[in-house]
């Protein structure tokens, strides 16, 4: 049973419009997100984080919202940009573990120019 | 500049071979990481260690074993590759801080036969 989701395998935006990518997670302790963008034949890298302590976290296009009663957090860009097409996961990590990240399946983004 | 590095970006081997999967990391950091990255189902934390000779099973250690003789080197063993470990295996760092970032290696993508 996934305790991250992200139920959007794919999503297609135009260039300049928001990209909105969605994340699911069903364990109540976790406390921390992060989101991790992948190119292919590239590792993973960190993109952002939220705590739980904040319901908003923002660096240029990238905003993170998090929404702790519906156990929903997510990602937006604006505006996209055909560089942002990537694979994007969702993560999260408890206070009791925080080395310990659980990822969700990803989203890959295309951003059609 | 942050470096993990993985030994090799493909490899072939036949099924009940033993295979040997290293990572280095130039970072000085304590925890390190092995993943495999599936279709579908995102990344999935194999083994993770601490620091020297300390390791930890993740959520799907079947099938798998770890070495870290160095801080800088965690080595993914295969004991008896079978053709369901077929996937793409991640390696990454982290620094031992509540909240720290993990480091991504490129990734070997594994094929067995």
């Known amino acids: 049973d996934q305790q991250v989701k992200q139920n959007s395998p794919s999503l297609s935006v135009q260039e300049g419009r928001i990209s909105i990518l969605n994340c699911d997670y069903t364990n109540s302790m976790f406390d921390y997100f992060l989101w991790y963008k992948k190119y292919p034949a590239e590792g993973p890298t960190f993109l952002i984080s939220?705590?739980?302590?904040?319901d908003k976290n923002e660096d240029g296009r990238f905003t993170v919202f998090l929404n702790k009663s519906a156990k929903h957090l997510s990602l937006h860009i604006v505006p996209s940009q055909p560089g942002d097409s990537a694979v994007y996961f969702c993560a999260a990590s408890a206070r009791t573990s925080y080395d310990k990240v659980i990822f969700g399946p990803g989203t890959s983004l295309s951003v059609i120019p | 500049d942050v470096k993990v590095t993985q030994s090799s970006r493909y490899l072939v081997k036949r099924t009940g071979e033993k295979v040997f999967l290293e990572c280095v990391q130039d970072m000085d950091h304590e925890n390190m990481f092995w993943y495999r990255q599936d279709p579908g189902l995102g990344l999935r934390l194999i083994y993770f260690?601490?620091?020297?000779?300390?390791?930890e099973k993740g959520d799907i250690p079947e099938g798998y074993s770890v070495s870290r003789e160095k801080k800088e080197r965690f080595s993914l063993i295969l004991e008896s590759a079978s053709t369901n470990q077929t996937s793409m295996y991640l390696c990454?760092?982290?620094?031992?801080?509540?909240?720290?970032?993990?480091?991504f290696g490129p990734g070997t993508r594994l094929t067995v036969t």
């Open positions: 939220i705590s739980s302590i904040k």
């Open positions: 990454a760092s982290s620094l031992s801080t509540p909240l720290g970032e993990q480091y």
């Open positions: 260690s601490y620091d020297v000779k300390m390791k």
